[in-house]
């Protein structure tokens, strides 16, 4: 979001001088470069999280024999 609506002179006055303007307000390269950095931030969320969840999972089942054992669900068979 950074890379698409920061204004330099807002940026300035809250501290934070090294923002570029953003694409909507003509920055240029600086900026693509900003949403790089932020997609870059993206895209490793997505991995580390997607990683912690398949390990839960699989330690999960491996605790309890497989998620869709035959012993906690043998009462819907009948």
Known sequence: ??????????????????????????????????????LLGITVVVVVVFTISLVTIYLISKLIHGILNDEAYSHLKQ
Request: charged residues 5%.
């Open 1 to 38: 979001m950074i890379a698409f609506f920061t204004q330099h002179s807002f940026a300035v006055a809250s501290g934070n001088s090294v923002l570029p303007n953003g694409l909507l307000f003509y920055g240029g390269f600086t900026a693509l470069r900003q949403l790089g950095i932020e």
